[in-house]
């Protein structure tokens, strides 16, 4: 099928390449020049695994262009719109500035029995608002969420857990979800459950299970709060109550909590609009969730600052991660970055590593030093810090390997992710999160 794209920043450029490598012939659009000229010749403007090769492959086949004319969408069967959605600059609301533009751009080039697929995360009551002018087209909206994990975007896109469709409830709703089905039929064929909705159902699942997810891991941060002060374990915690099954053991990693470009705006957007619903009561939990979040990044600082005697001011101290989360290059309300931050403002001598997403962070906090090697981070340092969980920092990096680098013995594991115990074993002050 001839698809479209609008939008190619993280959701857009994932989308377009992965449709494009199952066999859709697809045209990326983008008012960013420069980006689309680096789509053009190849080249994923931030790091996703998988991505490049599949970019590559999709460009030199010919199945995938890139544009800024937004009159190249023209003839496609099916426009998907994934552009941002940022937290307004002033509150918690969703700023839909970015798609209520792609959405008035993308009408005149719509033709009768066109799909137009929106995949931005949006507050419900977004898609029946904008379903009337793609309707006077003679096009149907249809409201399909992304449910992308970064690390992991290529893999979600071709083989999704699961795929959500809202559409109106008419027969031309009826033709568009056939159309999506066609469009997922590789994914489908594998057995992956389509599920087709209404609009408000296919725009909650996705922020629901963004709240849920923040939930999870907010409730066990909280618990590190209450095992901080009563010594006990929450990694034995977490393990003991992981093991029911009503449970589960993911999400439930006690540290320096969430960040990224989804969780914290997308849970503060969902309280907003359910205010403006008048229903702010019944999400009004999230309020804690994210400050229970917010929490466990100067808790982070306090443990390194209480480990090296009650003040940081011209400590050498090793950051190991900038990225939110490993395999990413994203610094967006990165925890790791904020904890970097946080403890050179109180006089540290702080340098970040981070194998994909220094380059990033120099741009978003240039203040501090930055290396991509661990090991020049480590070298002459008091302390290091372990915030984003690279393999190259929880897996490869040994006790006897950093003490033949560092001139302290102290490690602040904000992730939960060492050994405590080999650590301990080879002379060093460990110190994890709500662990005793």
Known sequence: MRLSVVGCGYLGAVHAAAMASIGHEVVGVDVDRAKVAALRAGHAPFFEPGLQEILERGIASGSLTFTDDMAAVRGAEVHFVGVGTPQVKD????DLTFVDAAMRDLLPFLSPGDIVAGKSTVPVGTAARLATAVKSTGATLVWNPEFLREGFAVQDTIDPDRLVVGVPSDDAGARAAEILRSVYHPAIAKGTPFMVTDYATAELVKVAANAFLATKISFINAM???AEVTGADVTQLADAIGHDTRIGRRFLGAGIG?????LPKDIRAFSARAEE??????????REVDAINLRRRDRAVQLVIDALGGSVHRKRIAVLGAAFKPHSDDVRDSPALDVAVQLHGRGADVIVTDPQAVENAKKVQPQLEYTTQRDDALRDA??????????DYRR???????????????????????DARTWRAAGWNYVGMGRP
Do not use: K, Q
């Open 91 to 94: 509150g918690y609301a969703a």
């Open 277 to 286: 619903l008048g229903r702010g009561a019944s999400v009004a939990f999230l």
């Open 224 to 226: 590190a709060e209450i």
């Open 396 to 418: 490869d990096l040994t006790p006897d390997h950093a003490a033949s680098l560092m001139v302290g013995r102290v490690v602040v594991d904000g992730r939960n992710c060492l």
């Open 382 to 391: 008091d302390a290091v810090v372990v915030v984003t969980e690279w393999d």
């Open 258 to 262: 969430f960040g990224g470009g989804c």
